[in-house]
């Protein structure tokens, strides 16, 4: 079953991360910290227009444009009855010049074509319409406002009261709009002589208002959700989670953290060493996939969040590697390529059950020879070789990572995948006054 892919929230204008010039180098850290947990990366439509560092990064760094690519980014764009085929990133655009919705005083960056014709281009381009995305508006408004907890907030008149206006909203208009909720039904309440009520609950409506249209894009593409806290109540409130579930969810075992003192993928300035073909290296390895595939489903006991974790620490141990690597000006020998290759083998025929001398033979290997007497004499010294060398790579990872923590640029990506029927993952390092 093909992995879903994860919908980016840190590209949201919210963010101040996705806008803020200054954060550009950070954005730049915290998508390639993305690329490197995640199999395929998703941005709505509004998100690669109004991204303004995701842009940025297109137009100044030529090497940066290695992430389009049909199989790593997609994006969600619109498809009104009036264009089935979906509107053209630029479309979206000039509709936001319209609407003065830029996130940039400058006007020549924002209406640049050739940022926006690339991503078109060479993205996978997966098409919604506003149909879909109200209804899901709707079900989301009206499943929040019964949840038990919202019910008592409420108190039971008030509820009732506000969920037939709401019922009476959806049958005139064929569902719930946004601004109805935000500022028709206050109109009405007011006018139907309930003005307390709708003081009383207006922040609740709002964050009732708010929560299904953040999470409309990444619910109605199936998209597993990457996001901040300050999407956090949002995805609370669609998932039926209360406060007091919320501030209890770290010590459920389905928590994974993706960072740690002890590994440097876990500081910006450590991931800046990495070029994209790094990154994209990392994703072609057996620790890579290994993770993805126990990182993508539901962890039910402590024994398969062990296991999950430990493919994690193997993973991380390879990212740090290559970070020092680069650091160091160090290119992966062909004895280290060699290694890995004798390494995956192993692992193959270790799962086949077929071995000679502790080397596996399988399929064409049986039959091949591709793996001989030698195999298994070489595999010893590259194995003494590879300690050896992860012995010294390890020294320069504590030495680097003591530097970082000295420095005014230890900067971290703080992140935790939540492992539950739908994966996803919270970083807890971007605030909104980040």
């Known amino acids: 079953m093909k992995q879903a892919p994860s919908y980016w929230m840190l590209a949201d204008t919210e963010v101040p991360l996705a806008w803020d010039h200054s954060k550009l180098d950070s954005f730049a850290s915290y998508f390639k910290h993305a690329l490197l947990f ?22 100044k760094n030529e090497d940066f444009r290695q992430v389009l690519n049909k199989d790593i980014l997609s994006v969600a764009v619109r498809a009104p009855d009036d264009a089935p085929q979906g509107h053209a990133l630029t479309q979206v655009r000039d509709a936001f010049v319209a609407e ?9 960056e924002f209406q640049a074509n050739d940022d926006l014709e690339l991503i078109n281009s060479r993205c996978e381009i997966a098409l919604y ?73 207006r922040d609740l409506l709002m964050k009732i208002s708010d929560a299904p249209y953040i999470t409309g894009i990444p619910t109605v593409m199936a998209a597993d959700p990457i996001y901040s806290p300050l999407h956090e109540e949002a995805f609370n409130l669609v998932t039926g989670t209360d406060a007091t579930t919320a501030a209890t969810a770290t010590e459920v075992t389905s ?7 002890l590994n440097l993928s876990s500081y910006q ?18 620790e890579y996939k290994d993770y993805q595939k126990r990182s993508k489903n539901p962890v039910r006991n402590e024994d398969e969040l062990r296991e999950v974790t430990e493919a994690l620490i193997m993973y991380q141990r390879l990212i740090d590697n290559m970070i020092i690597r680069r650091k160091l000006g160090i290119k992966l020998r062909r004895a280290e390529k060699v290694y890995r290759h004798l390494q995956s083998m192993r692992k193959v025929g270790q799962e086949a059950g077929a071995y000679s001398l502790g080397l596996a033979l399988t399929g064409d290997a049986l039959t091949g020879g591709a793996l001989t007497m030698a195999n298994f004499f070489v595999g010893s010294v590259l194995d003494k070789m590879h ?46 006054s980040s």
């Open 38 to 59: 995640n199999e395929k990366l998703m941005l709505s439509d509004a998100q690669a227009v109004n991204c303004m560092n995701f842009r940025r990064l297109l137009t």
């Open 100 to 108: 003065g919705k830029q996130r940039t005083q400058n006007a020549d």
């Open 129 to 201: 319409n506003y149909t879909q995305l109200r209804d899901n508006y709707t079900n989301g408004v009206m499943r929040i406002m019964n949840l038990p907890h919202v019910v008592a907030q409420f108190g039971v008149g008030d509820h009732a009261y506000i969920v037939e206006l709401l019922n009476q909203e959806s049958e005139r208009n064929q569902g719930l709009g946004r601004i109805y909720l935000q500022q028709g039904l206050g109109a009405e309440l007011t006018a139907n002589g309930h003005a307390e009520t709708w003081a009383r609950h």
């Open 255 to 261: 928590v994974l953290a993706l960072q740690t003192d």
């Open 269 to 286: 300035q450590a991931l800046a060493q990495l070029q994209l073909e790094d990154v994209f290296y990392l994703r072609s390895t057996p």
């Open 387 to 432: 300690e050896r060398d992860q012995r010294k790579l390890d020294a320069e990872r504590h030495l680097y990572a003591a530097q970082l923590e000295r420095s005014q640029q230890d900067e971290k990506i703080g992140a935790e995948r939540r492992l539950n029927e739908r994966p996803e993952t919270v970083y807890t390092s971007v605030v909104a």
